[in-house]
């Protein structure tokens, strides 16, 4: 999804950390009717331009954990927006978490959102989940997806342990990761099924996986 004329100023307000500045114009872009997957596109964007101030070290640890509070309050304003209540019998289940090691959840809880929205259950294990954790939930629910989240490089060695420990209990349902820096390699290294740097190609994945297609391993 590329970004529309009124990308900039938002971009340019979460990248500068302008918290008051963001939640305006996150507000009045709903009041315009505004496409909600349009404004978390333009944050991601403003998001991963924090990140890299903070690798040139022109941002510090204060500045992700402000970046990370401003994308929390954007979600809240978008949340009901986007969260059509879905009805009648889930589409499909999906157990979802970020894996052991790593706290990043803005991500995964817009999958989550997104999942939901389109009829799946969804159980959300939350952040640093352990392998075994996984494991033990899959056993219990018999998820028909498994989804993981990481963002960090170190993420993709605890991400290669949860995918072994889940097939050597027999686990035959799909497994998707996702996070920003996900590709095709990191994807075969941790032995996943399908892999998505962006929510909704994740949830579009999910969706033909439950209707019985056959979907792109990723992108
Ligand atoms: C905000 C942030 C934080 C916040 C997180 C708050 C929170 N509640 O999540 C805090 C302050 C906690 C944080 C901490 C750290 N962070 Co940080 N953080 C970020 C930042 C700026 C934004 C991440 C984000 O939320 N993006 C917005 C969301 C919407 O995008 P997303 O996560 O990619 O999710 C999308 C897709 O990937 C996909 N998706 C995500 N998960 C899944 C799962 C499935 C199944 C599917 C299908 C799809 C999917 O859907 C989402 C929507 O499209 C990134 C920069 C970046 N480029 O990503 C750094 C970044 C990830 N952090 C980084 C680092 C280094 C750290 C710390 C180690 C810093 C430190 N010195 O302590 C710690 C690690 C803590 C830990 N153990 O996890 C590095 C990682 C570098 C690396 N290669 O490993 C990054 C890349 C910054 C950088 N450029 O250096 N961080």
């Known amino acids: 999804m590329s970004h529309s004329d009124n990308s900039a100023p938002l971009i340019a307000a979460i990248s500068d950390l302008q918290e008051e500045r963001a939640l305006a114009l996150v507000r009045r872009r709903l009041e315009d009717g505004d496409d909600p997957l349009m404004i978390i596109q333009d944050c991601k964007e403003g998001m991963r331009q924090v990140g890299a101030h903070y690798e040139k070290s022109e941002y510090f640890l204060a500045g992700l954990i402000m970046a990370g509070e401003i994308f929390r309050e954007v979600m809240e304003l978008l949340h009901p927006v986007v969260a059509v209540q879905a009805s009648g019998r889930a589409f499909g289940r999906v157990l979802l978490g970020t894996v052991e090691g790593d706290i990043h959840d803005l991500g995964k809880n817009i ?9 799946f ?6 952040v640093n989940v352990p392998a075994a954790q996984f494991a033990d939930q899959v056993d219990e629910l018999q998820p028909d997806i498994v989804g993981l989240s990481g963002l960090l490089t170190s993420s993709y ?3 290669r342990e949860t995918v072994s420990l889940l097939r050597s209990r027999g686990l035959k349902a799909p497994i998707i990761v996702g996070g920003g820096q996900i590709t095709e390699e990191v994807s075969r290294y941790v032995g996943a099924d399908y892999w998505a740097t962006d929510a909704v190609v994740g949830v579009d994945i999910c969706q033909r996986l439950m209707s019985g297609e056959d979907p792109d391993h990723g992108s």
């Open 157 to 159: 060695d605890a991400m």
């Open 121 to 126: 259950a969804v159980y959300d294990l939350g």
């Open 111 to 119: 999958v989550n959102m997104l999942l939901g929205c389109r009829s």
